[in-house]
């Protein structure tokens, strides 16, 4: 994940990118299990890209995940805003739009996921899904397979506003 600009945020709002691993039991039980790097909240402005298919994921304690069983079932890339009701939505990643690309926009590069026997992978394109909750303010461009070095490669951001 990459970020050239962090936005000025206002009390009580933030603007974060997370990875998450889902794996065991089905959506929204107690029986599943999450492995969250970053912060979610489900009640504003979130996108993300999703990469819908079983994947086994090298090694986590099987003690601290009892439900993930042997592979994620979904894994999650994404970034999100939060703000108190009736102040404007903050920027995103680095404040400018995906179709600015990498070089403005934050980002993510070099996707690849991790196999049972330790050998990386790339993601296939047929089960990636992206999606922006406010497509008016954030977006997400995850269009592509950059090249050999930088391997899989998508922008998100935005400037916010929304009320």
């Not at 979130?46 to 994947?55: A, H, I, K, Q």
């Not at 994404?78 to 403005?104: C, R």
Request: glycine share 10%; hydrophobic share 35%; proline share 8%.
């Amino acid at each position: 994940m990459a970020t050239y600009k962090l936005p000025d945020l206002l009390t009580g709002q933030s603007s974060s990118s997370a990875i998450l691993l889902f794996g065991g039991g089905k959506v929204p039980t107690n029986e599943l299990n999450v492995i969250a790097v970053g912060w979610q909240d489900y009640n504003t402005g979130n996108w993300w890209v999703t990469y819908n298919d079983e994947l086994p994921l090298g090694y986590f304690p099987k003690e601290l995940l009892p439900k993930m069983e042997d592979n994620a079932l979904l894994v999650q890339m994404g970034g999100e805003v939060v703000s108190p009701l009736n102040v404007p939505s903050p920027p995103m990643g680095s404040g400018h739009p995906s179709n600015e690309g990498p070089s403005k926009a934050a980002y993510f590069i070099e996707v690849q996921f991790v196999d049972e026997h330790n050998n990386l992978f790339d993601p296939y394109p047929a089960d990636l899904h992206s999606h922006a909750d406010i497509s008016d303010y954030y977006s997400v461009a995850d269009d592509h397979y950059a090249n050999d070095k930088d391997k899989y490669v998508f922008a998100y951001g935005g400037a916010g506003g929304f009320k």
